[in-house]
């Protein structure tokens, strides 16, 4: 990171910080603000219907109480509070029409109000509980006020709206009381629990008032609550309260209230008037400083931002001072770095490269000054210094690693390539030798382990594995010869296709990389157990899985052996894992593939290897429909060890005298028109192996029968090895020149011989054939 972003994200990180805090503060006081004002609109909207309301219904309360009374005049006073109760209940049902708000409950009250007024004309069941429907409803009533309007979420807007509430339920004890006096009626009397109702009421609202409502009252509102209060309404008020409560007389049958009791219904028309007067005071006065709150918060908002703004102008100011002078400092500074790092060190590490020696002088030395800029200066010199001997000694050692893989890969190649043919030779010449040729195939099996390992090390150096292949290869036949590389391969059973080829190019490195997991796989799995090779066409190309029934591994194994897989890791690791190269190894041809190879445990318990090679290095296979079924091959150590087309070529272009023909003439027919020619045999029975430089295919041999060994001659006659050249089966007899040959009679003794020594190898290539002939249609 620039030393510029540098200074710039420190300016940068507690801006927005500052930002952040400013817009969440922001965004709280406009939501604030807009509460308020959603609170005072729908105050003004809806609170006078709503007081009206809960007026009307303690009218309406009181009249009804007075008619199940029998008191005189009561039912025209009943219609007509009715008549207002309804008239109230629709404006506030045409008003309420806010879901979010909680004026649904009120709404649900009011649709019972007719069941009840029928309870009160047939003066069916109990007043007491006719006349608490009404009190539910104006404690709905007074609930809507104290959720809705209350502002709870500021201090100063609660502590001015208490009184306001407190009023409310004041007023609803005061009315309380004036029903339970109606309900007297003419006779004076009360029951036991109207009267208890009375002294509960009683008790209430003068708490109210002491407690909740005068301490809390601003200047006027608590001078106009001081008039009401010493009216002579009000103390007639108080003196019937007071002669109810110690003047009564109880009765056998409930409670004779005092002859008093009959100036109550003038006063407190009276004074309820002038209460209900407070009530608005109070509720405008809320609702006043309620929109002011919202203008104020609105306000600060404002100024927060323009704070914040001249606060964040503030910080870009200092960030562009400072940055310019310590980038003014460091000018000097960074033009002499960059000529080191550009021109000077590039061509240090160039000639070290190249083996040449550095003069020292050249490099920057340390000056030793102790200022800020000279220390800075010190360090990038002895920074590099330090990247000079780093690429000195990764010089030394990389070119005296390819040197040294260079010629014990050269020496090593060349032992090998003599081995094989030698044993090519022997093959030949003592092919009849049943042991002997065992033995053989013993020695060619580990010589070719040789050379896989010698491939190994030319990998692991970074060189590349010569590909002699100038045709594509069949899937069947890659799986062949990556399992002739093994040296058990006769546990190996394979699944392959014939409707696939490999392009040239990937054949070698293929074969290769499936070789060494076939080569792990046998080698951490029981003797006697198979390892099955499987290939099939997915979405993204091919996958060949390789699994085996060795012994189970942990989890943690498998993630340690995938990121081998993974990632090429560097000599060091290398050297302190030099018995387990074979996955680095794979690892390496996977990249250049493009291919993905990862290791899991498999259904038997042991591990599954699954490689999945990219489309992009498939090809059709001539000749072969799309889709078809998997064959499966079990490898068979026999000279014609599938019957499958290699063979048949063999056969056409090898001397009729010298190659053996199976017992059973019943077998398949070899598919034809194949263009990507099979791995072939030697004459002995072993697969044909590679050769690391290809050789030009040879003309089309004549179609004559070539001559076969006198019968003098002490072994059978038998064919020689084919070339070592990949995609050809063509033998070495049919690529010189030929002179007119004679028919020479045919020995008749060596079909016996050859097929005495070869009685085990028959007997495998019998199974093949009936495997074949079963999964013919």
């Given at each position: 990171?620039?030393l510029?972003?540098?200074?710039?994200?420190?300016?940068?990180?507690?801006?927005?910080?500052?930002?952040?805090?400013?817009?969440?503060?922001?965004?709280?006081?406009?939501?604030?603000?807009?509460?308020l004002?959603?609170d005072?609109?729908?105050?003004?909207?809806?609170?006078a219907?709503?007081?009206?309301?809960?007026?009307?219904?303690?009218?309406?309360?009181?009249?009804?109480?007075?008619?199940?009374?029998?008191?005189?005049?009561?039912?025209?006073?009943?219609?007509?509070?009715?008549?207002?109760?309804?008239?109230?209940?629709?404006?506030?049902?045409?008003?309420?029409?806010?879901?979010?708000?909680?004026?649904?409950?009120?709404?649900?009250?009011?649709?019972?109000?007719?069941?009840?007024?029928?309870?009160a004309?047939t003066?069916?069941?109990?007043?007491?509980?006719?006349l608490?429907?009404?009190?539910?409803?104006?404690?709905?009533?007074?609930?809507?006020?104290?959720?809705?309007?209350?502002?709870?979420?500021?201090?100063?807007?609660?502590?001015?709206?208490?009184?306001?509430?407190?009023?409310?339920?004041?007023?609803?004890?005061?009315?309380?009381?004036?029903?339970?006096?109606?309900?007297?009626?003419?006779?004076?009397?009360l029951?036991?629990?109207?009267?208890?109702q009375?002294?509960?009421?009683?008790?209430?609202?003068?708490y109210?008032?002491?407690?909740?409502?005068?301490?809390?009252?601003?200047?006027?509102?608590?001078?106009?609550?001081?008039?009401?209060?010493?009216?002579?309404?009000w103390?007639?008020?108080?003196?019937?309260?007071?002669?109810?409560?110690?003047?009564?007389?109880?009765?056998?049958?409930?409670?004779?209230?005092?002859?008093?009791?009959?100036?109550?219904?003038?006063?407190?028309?009276?004074?309820s008037?002038?209460?209900?007067?407070?009530?608005?005071?109070?509720?405008?006065?809320?609702?006043?400083?309620?929109?002011a709150?919202?203008?104020?918060?609105?306000?600060?908002?404002?100024?927060?931002?323009?704070?914040?703004?001249?606060?964040?102008?503030?910080?870009?100011?200092?960030?562009?001072?400072?940055?310019?002078?310590?980038?003014?400092?460091?000018?000097?500074?960074?033009?002499?770095?960059?000529?080191?790092?550009?021109?000077?060190?590039?061509?240090?590490?160039?000639?070290?490269?190249?083996?040449?020696?550095?003069?020292?002088?050249?490099?920057?030395?340390?000056?030793?000054?102790?200022?800020?800029?000279?220390?800075?200066?010190d360090?990038?010199?002895?920074?590099?210094?330090?990247?000079?001997?780093?690429?000195?000694?990764?010089?030394?050692?990389?070119?005296?690693?390819?040197?040294?893989?260079?010629?014990?890969?050269?020496?090593?190649?060349?032992?090998?390539?003599?081995?094989?043919?030698l044993?090519?030779?022997i093959?030949?010449?003592?092919g009849?030798?049943?042991?002997?040729?065992?033995?053989?195939?013993?020695?060619?099996?580990?010589?070719?382990?040789?050379?896989?390992?010698?491939?190994?090390?030319?990998?692991?150096?970074?060189?590349?594995?010569?590909?002699?292949?100038?045709?594509?290869?069949?899937?069947?036949?890659?799986?062949?010869?990556?399992?002739?590389?093994?040296?058990?391969?006769?546990?190996?059973?394979?699944?392959?296709?014939?409707?696939?080829?490999?392009?040239?190019?990937?054949?070698?490195?293929?074969?290769?990389?499936?070789?060494?997991?076939?080569?792990?796989?046998?080698?951490?799995?029981?003797?006697?157990?198979?390892?099955?090779?499987?290939?099939?066409?997915?979405?993204?190309?091919?996958?060949?899985?390789?699994?085996?029934?060795?012994?189970?591994?942990?989890?943690e194994?498998?993630e340690?052996?995938?990121?081998?897989?993974?990632?090429?890791?560097?000599?060091?690791?290398?050297?302190?894992?030099?018995?387990?190269?074979?996955l680095f190894?794979?690892?390496?041809?996977?990249?250049?593939?493009?291919?993905?190879?990862?290791?899991?445990?498999?259904?038997?318990?042991?591990?599954?290897?699954?490689?999945?090679?990219?489309?992009?290095?498939?090809l059709?296979?001539?000749?072969?429909?799309?889709?078809?079924?998997?064959?499966?091959?079990?490898?068979?150590p026999?000279?014609?060890?599938?019957?499958?087309?290699?063979?048949?070529?063999?056969?056409?272009?090898a001397?009729?005298?010298?190659?053996?023909?199976?017992?059973?003439?019943?077998?398949?027919?070899?598919?034809?028109?194949?263009?990507?020619?099979?791995?072939?045999?030697?004459?002995?029975?072993?697969?044909?192996?590679?050769?690391?430089?290809?050789?030009?295919?040879?003309?089309?041999?004549?179609?004559?029968?070539?001559?076969?060994?006198?019968?003098a001659?002490?072994?059978?006659?038998?064919?020689?090895?084919?070339?070592?050249?990949?995609?050809?089966?063509?033998?070495?007899?049919?690529?010189?020149?030929?002179?007119?040959?004679?028919?020479?009679?045919?020995?008749?003794?060596?079909?016996?011989?050859?097929?005495?020594a070869?009685?085990?190898?028959?007997?495998?290539?019998?199974?093949?054939e009936?495997?074949?002939?079963?999964?013919?249609?």
């Amino acid at each position: 990171m620039r030393l510029r972003t540098l200074l710039i994200w420190l300016a940068v990180v507690p801006t927005v910080a500052m930002g952040t805090q400013v817009t969440l503060t922001a965004d709280r006081l406009l939501e604030q603000s807009a509460r308020l004002r959603a609170d005072v609109e729908a105050a003004e909207r809806i609170g006078a219907p709503l007081y009206t309301l809960m007026v009307d219904m303690q009218a309406e309360r009181t009249a009804t109480a007075a008619q199940w009374a029998g008191t005189e005049g009561a039912e025209g006073e009943l219609r007509v509070r009715r008549a207002a109760t309804d008239s109230a209940a629709a404006e506030f049902g045409r008003l309420a029409d806010d879901p979010s708000r909680s004026f649904a409950e009120v709404t649900r009250q009011l649709e019972k109000l007719a069941a009840h007024r029928q309870r009160a004309d047939t003066r069916s069941g109990a007043a007491d509980s006719t006349l608490a429907y009404y009190s539910e409803v104006i404690g709905k009533v007074i609930q809507v006020y104290q959720q809705e309007f209350s502002h709870a979420e500021d201090a100063e807007l609660a502590q001015a709206s208490r009184p306001v509430v407190s009023m409310l339920q004041a007023t609803e004890m005061v009315a309380r009381e004036d029903t339970v006096l109606a309900l007297a009626g003419p006779s004076g009397e009360l029951g036991f629990v109207g009267y208890d109702q009375f002294v509960s009421s009683l008790g209430a609202q003068r708490y109210l008032h002491e407690a909740l409502i005068v301490p809390h009252l601003a200047e006027g509102d608590e001078r106009f609550y001081e008039r009401v209060v010493g009216s002579a309404d009000w103390q007639t008020k108080t003196r019937i309260e007071n002669a109810v409560l110690s003047g009564h007389q109880d009765t056998v049958s409930g409670i004779r209230v005092p002859a008093e009791v009959g100036d109550w219904k003038s006063a407190h028309a009276n004074f309820s008037v002038q209460m209900t007067t407070l009530n608005i005071d109070l509720a405008r006065s809320v609702l006043t400083r309620g929109e002011a709150k919202a203008a104020q918060l609105q306000t600060e908002v404002a100024w927060l931002i323009a704070g914040s703004g001249g606060g964040l102008l503030a910080v870009v100011i200092v960030v562009v001072l400072t940055t310019r002078s310590v980038l003014r400092r460091l000018r000097e500074l960074h033009e002499r770095t960059v000529t080191v790092a550009e021109e000077t060190l590039p061509d240090v590490v160039a000639r070290l490269q190249r083996g040449q020696t550095v003069d020292p002088e050249a490099l920057p030395a340390v000056s030793g000054d102790r200022d800020e800029v000279g220390r800075i200066s010190d360090a990038f010199a002895r920074a590099v210094a330090v990247s000079v001997d780093g690429h000195r000694r990764l010089a030394a050692e990389r070119h005296g690693f390819g040197l040294f893989a260079s010629g014990i890969a050269s020496r090593t190649g060349n032992l090998v390539s003599r081995q094989l043919s030698l044993t090519e030779d022997i093959q030949d010449t003592f092919g009849h030798d049943e042991a002997l040729l065992a033995q053989l195939m013993r020695s060619d099996q580990l010589t070719v382990g040789m050379r896989r390992q010698i491939e190994n090390l030319l990998i692991l150096a970074g060189g590349e594995v010569p590909d002699p292949h100038t045709e594509p290869m069949r899937v069947a036949d890659l799986l062949r010869e990556a399992a002739a590389e093994v040296e058990d391969f006769r546990r190996i059973e394979r699944q392959a296709l014939d409707e696939t080829s490999v392009e040239p190019s990937a054949v070698s490195r293929i074969s290769h990389l499936l070789a060494e997991l076939l080569d792990n796989a046998t080698r951490f799995s029981p003797p006697k157990s198979k390892v099955v090779i499987r290939a099939e066409l997915v979405a993204d190309g091919l996958t060949v899985e390789i699994e085996d029934r060795g012994p189970r591994v942990s989890p943690e194994r498998y993630e340690e052996m995938n990121g081998r897989l993974h990632q090429a890791p560097p000599y060091s690791v290398l050297a302190q894992n030099a018995h387990r190269l074979g996955l680095f190894v794979v690892g390496h041809l996977a990249d250049q593939l493009g291919a993905t190879v990862t290791l899991r445990r498999s259904v038997y318990g042991g591990t599954c290897a699954v490689v999945v090679l990219p489309a992009e290095l498939l090809l059709p296979t001539a000749g072969e429909a799309p889709g078809g079924p998997a064959r499966r091959e079990p490898v068979v150590p026999a000279p014609a060890a599938e019957p499958d087309s290699a063979a048949a070529e063999s056969a056409a272009d090898a001397p009729a005298a010298d190659v053996p023909v199976p017992s059973d003439p019943g077998g398949p027919v070899p598919a034809e028109g194949r263009e990507p020619g099979p791995v072939v045999h030697t004459s002995a029975g072993l697969p044909s192996r590679r050769t690391k430089t290809p050789r030009p295919a040879p003309a089309a041999a004549p179609a004559a029968v070539p001559a076969v060994r006198p019968a003098a001659a002490a072994a059978p006659a038998r064919p020689a090895l084919p070339e070592r050249v990949p995609q050809t089966h063509l033998a070495d007899q049919l690529r010189a020149p030929h002179a007119p040959e004679t028919r020479v009679p045919q020995d008749t003794a060596t079909p016996e011989e050859v097929a005495d020594a070869w009685a085990d190898y028959e007997q495998g290539t019998q199974t093949v054939e009936e495997e074949l002939r079963r999964d013919q249609p």
